[in-house]
């Protein structure tokens, strides 16, 4: 008769663990060698809960690469959309990265991206220079709001037009 010892959750995870972080190395490597379509694969390999939390366990230099190749990476778009997310919440506040946010808000629609400028206006990283292109990109009711308070904060008059 065979000893069959009966597999428990914590195995099972343990297994998963071990499983999720082979292909988070594998998928390093593919966008270290830009390597889109292996990237790809890789991503789609995995259980869409785990594709939602890769994000926080890829290398900035890894999503700066799926963002740089966005349109030729075909994955889950909400999974594409927390990388680029992730991605820009962890960049310095310049006028580069509201450039680049901007353009890809509006190519993409990604609404997450929004976040990244809500969140440097109530962190007060915005410059004067940069609302009226906030103001014009965003129109959302909280852009609005938090734009209005910004104003508020820096005593700044902005023009309507």
Do not use: C
């Not at 379509?37 to 799926?66: A, C, M, P």
């Not at 004067?128 to 938090?146: G, L, P, V, Y």
């Amino acid at each position: 008769m065979l000893d069959v010892v009966p597999r428990t959750r914590s195995h099972a995870l343990e297994g998963n663990t071990i499983d999720l972080l082979s292909v988070i190395s594998r998928i390093e490597t593919a966008a270290s060698n830009h390597h889109m379509k292996e990237l790809e694969r890789l991503i789609h390999s995995l259980d869409i809960s785990d594709q939602l939390g890769l994000h926080g366990e890829l290398s900035l230099k890894t999503l700066k690469v799926i963002k740089d190749h966005k349109d030729q990476v075909n994955i889950n778009k909400a999974v594409k959309e927390h990388m680029i997310w992730y991605y820009f919440s962890q960049q310095e506040w310049s006028d580069s990265i509201l450039a680049e946010v901007i353009k890809i808000y509006e190519q993409e629609g990604f609404i997450a991206l929004e976040s990244i400028v809500i969140s440097a206006l109530k962190e007060n990283k915005v410059l004067d220079h940069q609302i009226e292109t906030i103001r014009k990109a965003f129109k959302t009711k909280e852009s609005i709001k938090q734009i209005g308070k910004w104003v508020e904060r820096n005593g700044k008059v902005i023009q309507e037009g």
